[in-house]
C-alpha cells in the first residue's frame, strides 16, 4: 500500500506535534477558542481559533482543551463527565477540528493520499482509539493508533531491553520494550500528568494567597519554566495583582511540593511496570528507563526516579529524552513509513 504522504502524530492533551514524510512538522497546543459573543466573532472573523492563538486571545474566547484530564483518550466515552452527552459531543467535534487543524498546518487535507500514525496512552480504552481512527480518517485515507511510550521507542530503535515513560499533561504511560509488540501487561497508564501538578499547584496558591488574581495558563507557564523536584529548586517569582494593584510573589515552594508530589506515584507505576519480570528482565529495563513527554523537562525528575528505583532494585539509569516536542510523532512517523498493509486502520 503507497501513499503520498506518511503522518506521526503526537496528539496531547497539552500539545500535540505533527511531522510528514516530506519534512514539514507543527507544534502547536491542543487548545481550540470560540468567540464569546457576536462582537467578538465579529473581530476575530472566524468561528474558532486555535493554538497559541486561542491562548493568546482568551478574553474573548471561550477555551476547550477536549483532552485535558485524559478525557477522550484514556476513558471510556462518558466516564468522569458530569456534565453529560451534550459535554461529551463538543469535545468530540473540538479534538477533530484540532485534528483537522494540525493536520492542514503540515498541508495534509482531504485532497491528500495521506496515512497517518497517532500516538494513544498505553491502556487507553477501545472506544477512545476508534474515535480517533474515526477522527484522523475524516482527512487521512489510513489511520493506525499505536502506544504513545511504544511509538517514542521505535523512532529511536530502544524496542528491547528499554522503559519508557512518557509524562504528558493527562496521562503517565509505562511500557516495558522487550522485542515484542507491547502486551497490555507490560504498560501501565496513570491518569495523572501536568494537569494533576497544575491542579495542586493552583490549589497552593490560592489557599496561600486568596486575595491574588490568578488564572491556571499563568501558573502552568511558571511551572514550565521553573518546576523541579531538586533539594535547590530555582526561585519561581510571579507577578499577579493583589488588591487591586501588581505585586511578586514567591511561589518557589509551592510550585516545588506541587511536582513533589508526583514523584511517588510515577515510582509506583514502576514498580508495577517491572513486577511481571524475572531479575534478569528487570535489570536489562533498569539500565535503560526512558523519560519522554514535556512532563520529562520536569528540572531533578530523572535523578529523583533513579534514586528510588536504585534504593528498591539495587540499580537503575534513568535519562530524559533529547527531543520532547517531537520524539513522539517523529517514532509515529517513521512506524508509518515502515508499516506493513495489514497494520493500517488498526488500534
Not at 494540525?102 to 496512552?121: E, K, S
Not at 509505562?174 to 515484542?180: D, Q, V, Y
Not at 506515584?265 to 517491572?274: A, M, R, S, W, Y
Not at 524475572?278 to 529523583?304: F, H, W
Request: glycine share 10%.
Amino acid at each position: 500500500m503507497t501513499f503520498q504522504v506518511y503522518v506521526g502524530m503526537d496528539l496531547g492533551s497539552h500539545k500535540t506535534a505533527v511531522m510528514t514524510s516530506e519534512g514539514r512538522r507543527a507544534f502547536l497546543p491542543t487548545v481550540i477558542g470560540r468567540p464569546k459573543d457576536d462582537l467578538s466573532r465579529r473581530l476575530i472573523k472566524t468561528d474558532a481559533v486555535f493554538g497559541q492563538a486561542a491562548i493568546e486571545g482568551d478574553h474573548s474566547l471561550d477555551l476547550l482543551r477536549p483532552l485535558a484530564h485524559g478525557r477522550l483518550k484514556f476513558h471510556a466515552p462518558g466516564a468522569g463527565d458530569s456534565k453529560g452527552v451534550k459535554d461529551e459531543a463538543t469535545q468530540r467535534e473540538s479534538l477533530r477540528l484540532i485534528v483537522q487543524h494540525a493536520l492542514g498546518l503540515v498541508g495534509v487535507t482531504t485532497d491528500v493520499n495521506a496515512a497517518v500514525v497517532i500516538g494513544a496512552p498505553a491502556l487507553a480504552c477501545l472506544e477512545s482509539k476508534e474515535l480517533l481512527v474515526e477522527i484522523a480518517g475524516r482527512t487521512c485515507r489510513s489511520v493506525m493508533v499505536v502506544s504513545e511510550p511504544f511509538a517514542v521507542a521505535y523512532g529511536m530503535d530502544q524496542l528491547s531491553g528499554t522503559l519508557v515513560v512518557d509524562i504528558g499533561a493527562g496521562t503517565t504511560d509505562i511500557c516495558a520494550l522487550t522485542g515484542i509488540y507491547p502486551r497490555p501487561e507490560h504498560q501501565v497508564t496513570l491518569p495523572i500528568g501536568g494537569d494533576a501538578i497544575d491542579d495542586i499547584f493552583t490549589n497552593l496558591v490560592l489557599s496561600q494567597h486568596p486575595k491574588a488574581i490568578v488564572n491556571r495558563s499563568m501558573l502552568c507557564n511558571l511551572k514550565e519554566r521553573f518546576g523541579s523536584v531538586a533539594e535547590n529548586p530555582p526561585q519561581a517569582d510571579l507577578t499577579v495583582v493583589v488588591d487591586g494593584r501588581p505585586q511578586i510573589l514567591n511561589l518557589t515552594r509551592q510550585l516545588h511540593d506541587a511536582c513533589k508530589s508526583f514523584v511517588e506515584p510515577v515510582f509506583n507505576g514502576l514498580k508495577q511496570c517491572l513486577s511481571g519480570w524475572d531479575s534478569e528482565m528487570q535489570g536489562r529495563l533498569l539500565r535503560n528507563v526512558i523519560l519522554a513527554g514535556g512532563g520529562s523537562r520536569m528540572q531533578g525528575l530523572d535523578t529523583a526516579l533513579e534514586r528510588l528505583l536504585r534504593e528498591y532494585y539495587g540499580s537503575a539509569r534513568v535519562n530524559p529524552i533529547h527531543d520532547s516536542m517531537f520524539a513522539g510523532a517523529a517514532g509515529a512517523l517513521k512506524l508509518a513509513m515502515e508499516a506493513r498493509p495489514e497494520h493500517w486502520n488498526a488500534i
